[in-house]
């Protein structure tokens, strides 16, 4: 049987040739059939806030439905579900790239479900998955997947960012998260999504209705902080699956299609150095290179210096040098642990 830690910390099996149209067929996957209910969830979680998305702008235009509450809200609860994913379904859940205190796992575990992006469990799995197998054979989400010709890869990246929701299978938690199975915190978080879902939704227009004290305040509160929000944010997460294993710099040596992207570094809290994760991937800072933004990165940072997170995964340069890409030469950014330093006293120098 793999182990969830095999699944983190293994490399991307070699690139494969284009994978058949039913690659669910491999039995050591050991996948589980989704139910018909789930799917029809899915599909409202992925229209609903994408209508509200498309019809955000020229409403807002043309009925002044905009409030400075509104960006307020909109904006941090983009910052605190984005982060949820980032730094905690991401970074911490799927990888281990820290190790966190009690309070601060269960708060990343909430912050990350109310992305609204399926329970942390789920996720976690999809993830780990998605690593074992980048884009070969057994990967749930490869644009790839159809072949390397442009209309088997429009096909692909429109599978890649939401057509694989729709799939007939899940990815088997026993198999891929073992380890979070066997911890009752997350599996009372996990358990608890559709809650954790409806306060999402709810809690902006509970907030937005008593800070404007009317009815319109909560319901723009509603349409912006939490549709167009949640929205918004699932497109970007979606986006690494799809344009970061299609496009931009391959600035580290990686079996996969995986690529840095830079313009959506700001949105994706640092996600986009997509490149870099796959070339290591239990490094807790993704944007490795200086200059290259890394939000959830340096969240991670000022929660060590809090104490709530510990034994951070910091770049490495030892580890690091050996993986770049031929001609590259970019220096590494801050929070790097330095040869010579690591050399002289036996431990990283941070900032
Ligand atoms: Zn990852
Ligand atoms: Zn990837």
Sequence with gaps: MTTSADAVTAGSPALAPPMPTRPAARPDLELEPESFGSRVLVGLFVAVPLLALLAAIPLAWIWHLLSWQDIVLTVVFYEITGNGIAMGFHRYFTHGSFKATRPFKIA???????AVEGPVLVWVADHRRHHKYSDAEGDPHSPWRFGT?????????VFAHVGWLFGLDRTNQEKFVPDWLADRDIRMV?????????ASLLAPALIGGLWTWSWQGALTAFFWASLVRVAFLHHVTWSINSICHTFGKEEFDVRDKSRNVNWLAILSFGESWHNLHHADPTCARHGVLKGQIDIAARCIWLAEKLGWVYDVRWPDEARLTGRRTAGRTRR?????RRVISSARSG????P
């Design 108 to 114: 990343l575990a909430i912050a990350g479900s109310l």
């Design 149 to 157: 010709s442009w209309k088997a890869l429009t096909k692909g990246l």
């Design 190 to 198: 996990s358990r608890h999504f559709t809650a954790l879902t409806t």
């Design 332 to 336: 590494l950014g801050s929070m790097t």
């Design 347 to 350: 431990a990283g120098r941070l």
